[in-house]
């Protein structure tokens, strides 16, 4: 079973671009973010006739989740538990019916700028709520991937100019440890699991020719439960995609499971 996450940055914007992604890299599950689309628009006939399953998490103009699957899901589910009142459209789930079952958890982590502010402190209650999910999910002892847009670098390694980073919500101190206290529940971290080093991201910003200088960050994650964890075949990043014509300033992060 192979799942990329990949933040599209915009169904309309990136309609054709996710098309020929779709029809290239074939993925059986794709998790996206910011699809910035109600669900009564986002263009599901078109997705549907290249052979997927569209399950969406729609706002509009903001956020937006979605899976794409071409193994039929059970049990979809949509927001993070543990705020009623949140009407940010981040969070979607459902268990994939692979070789084995896999419940899949497509996430859209706050960004949290400007620090400090009302932006920040919704970062870290939603990091304390996915904390809550997460350990729900251990609790299941079944495979289950939490993965998306994070917006969290996790280490300076993960960012080609570290010092840049330092006082953003990507980067600060109170966003790593919150996100090394999920890790530390006893889940996987994909990509770091299968390489080591610095130089490796899934984000260029598109002012000042950041990617033609691979001046980025990583801050799309696979987490992976103990149980998918023991499935993992391999991880990487598709970055090539990211200079392709009208790209996201994302690029999709693949895990393949022996599922």
């Not at 996450?5 to 996710?18: P, S, V």
């Not at 958890?105 to 949290?112: A, D, E, H, V």
């Not at 103990?226 to 999709?252: F, G, N």
Request: glycine share 6%; proline share 7%.
């Amino acid at each position: 079973m192979k799942i990329a996450t990949f933040n599209i940055n915009g169904i309309k914007a990136r309609f054709e671009a996710l098309t020929d992604w779709l029809q290239g890299s074939a993925p059986d599950v794709a998790l996206l973010q910011e699809i910035k689309s109600v669900d009564e628009a986002f263009p599901r006939e078109h997705f549907e006739d290249m052979g997927y399953i569209v399950e969406t998490h729609g706002q509009k103009s903001f956020n937006g989740v979605a899976i794409l699957s071409k193994l039929p899901l059970e049990d979809v589910t949509r927001g993070l538990p543990g705020d009623e009142g949140d009407e940010q459209a981040r969070w979607i789930e459902a268990t994939v019916m692979g070789k084995r079952p896999v419940r899949v958890c497509g996430l859209y982590l706050p960004n949290g700028n400007p620090v400090p502010g009302p932006k920040y402190d919704y970062k870290l209650s939603w990091m304390n709520r996915l904390k809550t999910r997460a350990e729900a999910l251990l609790a299941t002892e079944e495979p289950a991937v939490m993965a998306g847009d994070y917006n969290i670098i996790p280490q300076d390694e993960d960012a080609a100019r570290p010092e840049a980073w330092q006082e953003d919500a990507l980067a600060r101190p109170e966003s790593r440890a919150a996100y090394r206290e999920i890790l530390n529940l006893g889940f996987t971290e994909a990509f770091r699991a299968q390489h080591k080093g610095p130089e490796q991201y899934s984000f260029w910003d598109y002012q000042r020719g950041a990617y033609d200088r691979n001046d980025g960050i990583r801050i799309d994650h696979h987490l992976l439960t103990p149980q998918a964890a023991d499935l993992l075949i391999d991880c990487w990043i598709e970055a090539d995609v990211r200079s392709r014509e009208k790209p996201s300033d994302h690029t999709p992060v693949w895990i393949e499971l022996d599922a």
